[in-house]
């Protein structure tokens, strides 16, 4: 079965300085990887996804994450994080096998207060 | 392109009451997901629709249950309401075949007293 473990469940980090959330996770089947951000009451949005190819995904607003599978881990980093990325960062996973969507099984979240 | 909508926004219910919850897909997707997301924890699974049939059911007792419509819009039902039914439902719409990318609507705030 399944399982997301996200290591942290706050993460405190100053302005302008990197940051790196830990996410690994454990199937006995190939994988898809995703990051989901949750502000403050609203729904999830997605962050990245990994599905093949290069191991190292990028998003839009300057996060990053890389798959590695022999350590089955999806980190997720920032160089340099602003007050805007504050909010609850859910890293999911579904099975690749199915070739269709399917469920995704998420971690409990990491909470990323931004100090000034 | 209209996003996932879903209502109500919150949701006062008493334990043992039945509760409906609505979601509308975004435009050309024909698969809903339905999550439970308890205050602190990541969203479960319940269950997933597609093209009007159950594709998948997570851990959850028959209380729970799902319909789709032919415009591809879904609803939740949850008979017999506990206590621990109190969390923000949410509700996810993809595109079978597409890019295994699931797009979530705002949630609906469900409290069982």
């Not at chain 1, 399982?3 to 940051?19: G, I, K």
């Not at chain 1, 951000?37 to 999830?44: A, S």
């Not at chain 1, 909010?87 to 399917?102: G, I, K, L, P, T």
Request: glycine letters at 8%.
């Amino acid at each position: 079965a399944q399982s997301v473990t996200q290591l942290d469940s706050q993460v405190p980090v100053f302005e302008e300085a990197p940051v790196e959330l830990r996410c690994n996770y454990s199937s006995s089947v190939s994988v898809y990887l995703f990051w989901y951000v949750q502000y403050p009451n609203q729904g999830l949005q997605l962050l990245l996804k990994y599905l093949s190819g290069s191991t190292l995904v990028e998003s839009i607003n300057g996060f990053e994450a890389e798959f590695n599978k022999s350590q089955t881990s999806f980190h997720l980093r920032k160089p340099s994080v602003h007050i805007s990325d504050t909010a609850e960062y859910f890293c999911a996973v579904s099975e690749s096998w199915r070739n269709r969507d399917d469920k995704i099984i998420f971690g409990k979240g990491t909470r990323l207060h931004i100090l000034p | 392109e209209t996003g996932v909508t879903q209502s109500p926004t919150h949701l006062i219910k008493t334990r043992g009451q039945q509760v409906t919850l609505r979601c509308s897909s975004q435009s050309g997707h024909n698969t809903v997901s339905w999550y439970q997301q308890a205050l602190g924890q990541g969203p479960q699974f319940i269950f997933q629709y597609y093209r009007e049939e159950e594709n998948g059911r997570g851990n959850f007792p028959p209380r729970f249950s799902g319909l789709q419509f032919p415009n591809y819009s879904s609803e939740l039902n949850v008979n017999a309401l506990e206590l621990d039914d109190s969390a923000l439902y949410l509700c996810a719409s993809s595109s079978q075949g597409g890019a295994y990318e699931q797009y979530f609507g705002p949630g609906t705030r469900l409290t069982v007293t």
